[in-house]
């Protein structure tokens, strides 16, 4: 069994979305600043985000055309997005950033996987 996403689109929207996310996050706007520090994240360590989600963003991409990569990008994502869940529920930071930007972008990565990959898994 080959898997490789069908349709291939939620994988590269969920790609360009999470680029946007790091650019973004190289000088932080209010509501991202705001996100990591409700949250106690260390700011030597905010650089660590940028490059996980531009690995992220690569594994989606390549797995657009190797078979595989594509379905452990997308669940990669889908774990880093219910990681930083449990950080603002543990820091009880439940803000607008937490329900729009963490749960949001949870949702959006859970739908790519079941939209590309949900009859072949």
Same mark, same amino acid.
Request: aromatic share 12%.
């Given at each position: 069994?080959?898997?490789?996403?069908?349709?291939?689109?939620?994988?590269?929207?969920? $790609?360009?979305?999470?680029? #946007?996310?790091?650019?973004?996050?190289?000088?932080?706007? !209010?509501? %991202? @600043? +705001?996100?990591?520090?409700?949250?106690?994240?260390?700011?030597?360590?905010?650089?660590?985000?940028?490059?996980?989600?531009?690995?992220?963003?690569?594994?989606?991409?390549?797995?657009?055309?190797?078979?595989?990569?594509?379905? $452990?990008?997308?669940?990669? #994502?889908?774990?880093?997005?219910?990681?930083?869940?449990? !950080?603002? %529920? @543990? +820091?009880?930071?439940?803000?607008?950033?937490?329900?729009?930007?963490?749960?949001?972008?949870?949702?959006?990565?859970?739908?790519?996987?079941?939209?590309?990959?949900?009859?072949?898994?």
């Amino acid at each position: 069994m080959t898997v490789t996403p069908d349709p291939w689109w939620p994988q590269a929207v969920l $790609a360009g979305i999470l680029v #946007v996310d790091a650019a973004m996050s190289i000088r932080p706007p !209010a509501f %991202i @600043r +705001a996100c990591l520090n409700g949250v106690k994240f260390p700011e030597d360590w905010w650089w660590t985000l940028i490059v996980i989600k531009l690995l992220a963003a690569a594994g989606l991409i390549t797995g657009i055309y190797v078979a595989g990569i594509g379905v $452990a990008a997308n669940t990669g #994502v889908i774990c880093y997005f219910l990681a930083a869940s449990v !950080a603002h %529920i @543990r +820091a009880r930071f439940l803000t607008s950033e937490f329900w729009i930007n963490c749960l949001g972008l949870l949702v959006l990565s859970t739908c790519a996987l079941v939209v590309s990959y949900g009859p072949g898994l």
